[in-house]
T-cell receptor
Framework: ETGVTQTPRHLVMGMTNKKSLKCEQHLGHNAMYWYKQSAKKPLELMFVYSLEERVENNSVPSRFSPECPNSSHLFLHLHTLQPEDSALYLC???????????????FGPGTRLLVL | GQNIDQPTEMTATEGAIVQINCTYQTSGFNGLFWYQQHAGEAPTFLSYNVLDGLEEKGRFSSFLSRSKGYSYLLLKELQMKDSASYLCAVRDQASGTYKYIFGTGTRLKVLA
């Protein structure tokens, strides 16, 4: 138990569906992240939020839309996804941008997404 | 560009020592992390290096050489539960914010 929870753990959706992934951290952290993990590929950083402001968007298609209403919650809204978007989506949090800080990331268990 | 290389798979025997290497190329190196990820679970933090040298934590040690762009994770007295993927990740600060770049992970199988 890392202090970061994600729901749902598994999701199957059609290409025309709209769904949302939820992440919640109970660690008092100020930075939150979305990653995509596909088989045999490195973890890909998608979005970074620091103090609820998006500070990084790694050229992610617009069919993925993040939302960070407060420092404890992070959402990833999904619409008109493609089969190649099937992957494990991991949320992580860290303490926040502190100069020289270790900034260890703590990961949630992930949402296994299958797009049909 | 930014790149991280680590072996795809390794096999070792229970009780042995194994070294997992990681080489990286980044423009704004700001620390290197090792994570362990069991199948179907979240990556969990193992170690952090930002200065050259060896960091030891029980059975696990991590080494960094910034001039060579090289790190390794050393696992001693291997146990069956150490079978997992080990992810090397570099934090880059070239663009003014932190960016974390991960390798593909090394899948370690520990045999009885």
């Amino acid at each position: 138990e890392t202090g970061v929870t994600q729901t749902p753990r598994h999701l199957v959706m059609g290409m025309t569906n709209k769904k949302s992934l939820k992440c919640e951290q109970h660690l008092g952290h100020n930075a939150m992240y979305w990653y995509k993990q596909s088989a045999k590929k490195p973890l890909e950083l998608m979005f970074v939020y620091s103090l609820e402001e998006r500070v990084e968007n790694n050229s992610v298609p617009s069919r993925f839309s993040p939302e960070c209403p407060n420092s404890s919650h992070l959402f990833l809204h999904l619409h008109t996804l493609q089969p190649e978007d099937s992957a494990l989506y991991l949320c992580a949090s860290s303490q926040g941008w502190t100069s020289g800080g270790q900034e260890t990331q703590y990961f949630g268990p992930g949402t296994r997404l299958l797009v049909l | 560009g930014q790149n991280i290389d680590q072996p795809t798979e390794m096999t070792a025997t229970e009780g042995a020592i194994v070294q997992i290497n990681c080489t990286y190329q980044t423009s704004g190196f700001n620390g290197l992390f090792w994570y362990q990820q069991h199948a179907g679970e979240a990556p969990t933090f193992l170690s952090y290096n930002v200065l050259d040298g060896l960091e030891e934590k029980g059975r696990f040690s991590s080494f960094l050489s910034r001039s060579k762009g090289y790190s390794y994770l050393l696992l001693k007295e291997l146990q069956m539960k150490d079978s997992a993927s080990y992810l090397c990740a570099v934090r880059d600060q070239a663009s003014g914010t932190y960016k974390y770049i991960f390798g593909t992970g090394t899948r370690l199988k520990v045999l009885a």
